[in-house]
């Protein structure tokens, strides 16, 4: 049976752990590493780490720490950053994660979708697509490199082109509620979550495990993944790598769909 995943992100800048706010002021947090190891002891459903470096700088991904994380990860792992060619996905597969992540690249060239697709598999190909609010009207659009471009794409019409080519699964990304911790953008995730026919995944604006069964509430079988709500603690935001456990997950999914949901 698909369930919800609830899933933490965790953003590596300088080889560290960070959180920003709306995509700016990056904190440091932590070592990834430690980080991962907390999430094993918790039982997370599935770990997202994104490099906000190497896109931006144009660097490879990080092999490195990505042979690292995946060595020390007992959950399902998805990476993103750098990655632009069939060569550098196979090998972050190959180095043992399950998903790889795209997000610039596939402004550039839609294709590698379905050329990285056709190597790895469709289910292990996540795009990325980072949504901003543009100009006097609040346009919502596809931002790339940290938000700190424009792309003047519709995010909906993006999203159901991917879908098209076979992309595996979208992560929604809403730069606007990054960090701020008021909720997810459920109007945004709406719109393209009922264009589209595979798995989606809602970022940005978790507060509290409140915002995540309110999510699933509304949308049933999705990804519900958050940074801050998973690194932050109480209303100064202390350093608290946090998750909840087994009966919280379950009790949480079970109010949100109104009926028992089966333990595995």
Known sequence: MLRPRIIPCLLVHNKGLVKTVQFENPKYVGDPLNAVKIFNEKEADELMVIDIDASVEGNEPDYQLIKNIAAECR???CYGGGVKNVEQAQKIINLGAEKVALSSSL???IELVTK???VIGNQSVVAVIDIKK???FK???VHIHNA???TGLNPVDF???LANKGVGEIVINSVDQDGVMEGYDYTLI???KSQVNIPVTALGGASSLDDIEELIRKFGVIGAAAGSLFVFKGVYKAVLINYPNPEQKLELIKNAFGSIVEKN
Do not use: F, H, Y
């Open 75 to 77: 959950m399902p792992l």
């Open 107 to 109: 402004v550039d060239d």
């Open 116 to 118: 990285i697709g056709r």
């Open 134 to 136: 543009k100009g006097l």
């Open 139 to 141: 346009k919502q659009e």
């Open 148 to 150: 700190t471009k424009s």
């Open 159 to 161: 999203a159901v082109e």
């Open 190 to 192: 709406e719109k393209i």
